[in-house]
C-alpha cells in the first residue's frame, strides 16, 4: 500500500512539472544506429543482414537469462519524463550505454517479411503499399508471467535504405494481463484498450503527460501513429501525401495459435517460439478504420518468418524500438 501511495505522490509531482512547463518542442535525438555504422549507404536489406548476423547472431544465449518483472523503482523511472520523452523523441536502432529495458527486458528476435495483399495495395501508401522484405521483430514479455496471466507484446523494425533510419511498429493486446501463456491467444493492435489495473492507470497516466510535453498529437499512450510507416518505402523513397490506416489488427496464424495452446506459467516462451517454422505466416494482419466495427476489417496482409528465431543478449540489451506518436 505505501509503494501505491510513493506512487501517487510521485505522479502528482510528475504532473505539476510538466502542466508548468507545458508543450515543448523536443527535438529528435539520435541513437547509435546500428544500420549506419559505416559511412557509405546501404540497402534497407543490408541494414537488417548486419544487425542480424553481425549483433543479433553471435550474441546469442548458450543459457537463458531468467525472467524477471519490473520493480517500484523501474516503474517510477517509467513514469519519469525525462524516461519516456526519450522513448518518442529518440531515433535509432541501439539503446544508449548503461540505460536498460525496464519493461520487455527478455525476448526473443526473429527475421520477417511483410507482404501487402495485391487487393489492399491502392488503400495506403509507403510500407503498407509495399510491404517490407527485411524486418527484425522482437517477441517479449512486459515481465515474469504470473501463476495464470502473462502480457505478450511485438515490436517491428522495418529497415529504409539510405540514410534513412528505421521504422518501428509496437503492438499489444492490452498492457493488463491475459489470462494464459498462449504467446498467440489474442490479437495485437497499435490501438489498445484504457488499462484497468491501477498500476497500469498509473504508467499510462504518466506516459501521457509526457507526450504532451512530447506536443503528440494524440497523448493517448493506447493510440500510437501509423503515419511513419506510410509516408516512406524501403528503398528511401518518401510519400508526399501520406494515407494511413488508423488501426492495425495482427491476428496469430491457426498454425501460430496452436504452438503454445498448453502452455502454462513454467514452459518459457522465448523455447516455445524456437519451434515456429521457417517460411509459415504468423500474423494475418487487418486494417480497421476508425470508429467501424471489427468484423468489417479488410486483409491487409500477412507476417512471414524467414529464418528461425533466437534469443540474444543483443537482443535483450541493446536493440532499441521507437514509440511513434504523431506530433501536433
Not at 540505460?99 to 526473443?108: D, E
Not at 494482419?285 to 479488410?298: C, D, H, K, N, T
Amino acid at each position: 500500500m505505501q509503494a501505491y501511495e510513493n506512487i501517487r505522490l510521485f505522479l502528482a509531482i510528475s504532473v505539476l512539472s510538466i502542466s508548468l512547463a507545458g508543450c515543448q518542442n523536443v527535438e529528435q535525438s539520435p541513437l547509435v544506429s546500428a544500420s549506419n555504422l559505416t559511412a557509405s549507404p546501404r540497402t534497407a536489406c543490408q541494414k537488417a543482414d548486419s544487425m542480424w548476423n553481425d549483433k543479433i547472431l553471435p550474441s546469442r544465449y548458450d543459457q537463458l537469462p531468467p525472467l524477471i518483472s519490473p520493480g517500484v523503482i523501474d516503474l517510477l523511472t517509467l513514469i519519469t519524463p525525462s524516461f519516456s520523452v526519450k522513448a518518442l523523441s529518440t531515433e535509432g536502432d541501439e539503446r544508449e550505454e548503461g540505460h536498460h529495458k525496464l519493461i520487455h527486458a527478455f525476448g526473443t528476435e526473429a527475421r520477417m517479411r511483410l507482404v501487402i495483399n495485391p487487393e489492399a495495395r491502392s488503400r495506403y501508401t509507403g510500407i503498407f503499399r509495399s510491404g517490407a522484405e527485411c524486418v527484425i521483430g522482437r517477441f517479449s514479455l512486459a515481465g515474469k508471467p504470473a501463476a495464470t496471466t502473462s502480457i505478450p507484446a511485438l515490436a517491428l523494425k522495418i529497415f529504409i535504405g539510405g540514410d534513412h533510419p528505421s521504422v518501428n511498429l509496437l503492438l499489444m493486446h492490452s498492457v493488463d494481463e491475459q489470462a494464459g501463456h498462449n504467446f498467440f491467444e489474442r490479437s495485437f493492435s497499435n490501438i489498445l484498450p484504457p488499462p484497468v489495473a491501477f498500476s497500469k492507470r498509473v504508467l499510462a497516466s504518466g506516459f501521457e503527460l509526457s507526450a504532451e510535453k512530447f506536443c503528440a498529437k494524440d497523448p493517448n499512450p493506447g493510440r500510437l501513429s501509423l503515419e511513419n510507416l506510410a509516408r516512406i518505402l524501403p528503398d528511401g523513397n518518401q510519400v508526399l501525401n501520406p494515407t494511413t490506416p488508423y488501426q492495425l489488427i495482427f491476428k496469430p496464424t491457426g498454425q501460430a495459435h496452436s504452438l503454445m495452446q498448453n502452455a502454462g506459467a513454467k514452459d518459457d516462451f522465448r523455447l516455445a517460439l524456437e519451434h515456429l517454422q521457417v517460411g509459415q505466416a504468423v500474423y494475418d494482419i487487418y486494417i480497421l478504420p476508425e470508429g467501424a466495427p471489427s468484423e468489417s476489417a479488410g486483409l491487409l496482409g500477412q507476417l512471414i518468418l524467414v529464418a528461425p528465431v533466437v534469443s540474444s543478449r543483443y537482443g535483450d540489451e541493446k536493440l532499441y524500438f521507437q514509440h511513434n506518436m504523431k506530433k501536433k
